[in-house]
T-cell receptor
């Protein structure tokens, strides 16, 4: 079945460091891919998405490129801030459902 | 745009009572709403998918008689946890998918409801 694998956390970085959170997927067909972010005590917010191969989603300095050849959708940000501390979920949508990865906790220290 | 609200944001109840959680899409119509459960430090588990005007589709292992879902309109779905027990304590999250337009493949999430059963 369809599945999403994310790198295990927590990921701890200093402010202004470069961030990469790896995400790979297994799916039949061509799913849409998403990154959601969950700040402490809040619900999930859509961070960015890509609907087809080679699309790049971007938002708030974060970006991810839909790589069909490597079935990946890695999340990157050039310079993280303390306010980026949250849980990040990679997900795919194929048909009616969203399939989530396990989530990666990001902690940014000042 | 694309705001989803949930009410209440948290609830504490006694074992054996029933609790209703509302999920509303505030600025768009949602033909499909989803209910998830999130355990501490874990990912979201899809419980059921509800379509406006029809019965919900439950995921394997989810008791439909315990978790009653009603999707009465294009902007409102409710989840009722019947005869709640401490093991039902969790964070319940709903999401909604737009009925039309470019966002149809995107789910917009509510802020979640923290249920604690004593």
């Amino acid at each position: 079945g369809d599945s999403v694998t994310q790198m295990e956390g927590p990921v701890t970085l200093s402010e202004e460091a470069f961030l990469t959170i790896n995400c790979t997927y297994t799916a039949t067909g061509y799913p849409s891919l998403f990154w959601y972010v969950q700040y402490p005590g809040e619900g999930l917010q859509l961070l960015l998405k890509a609907t087809k191969a080679d699309d790049k989603g971007s938002n708030k300095g974060f970006e991810a490129t839909y790589r069909k050849e490597t079935t990946s959708f890695h999340l990157e940000k050039g310079s993280v801030q303390v306010s980026d501390s949250a849980v990040y979920f990679c997900a795919l949508s194929y048909g009616n459902k969203l399939v989530f990865g396990a989530g990666t906790i990001l902690r940014v220290k000042s | 745009g694309a705001v989803v609200s949930q009410h209440p944001s948290w609830v504490i109840c006694k074992s054996g009572t029933s609790v209703k959680i509302e999920c509303r899409s505030l600025d768009f119509q949602a033909t499909t709403m989803f209910w998830y459960r999130q355990f501490p430090k874990q990912s979201l588990m899809l419980m059921a998918t509800s379509n406006e005007g029809s019965k919900a589709t439950y995921e394997q292992g989810v008791e439909k008689d315990k978790f009653l879902i009603n999707h009465a309109s294009l902007t409102l779905s409710t989840l009722t946890v019947t005869s709640a027990h401490p093991e039902d304590s969790s964070f319940y999250i709903c999401s909604a998918r737009a009925a039309a337009g470019g966002g149809r493949d995107t789910q917009y999430f509510g802020p979640g409801t923290r249920l604690t059963v004593l």
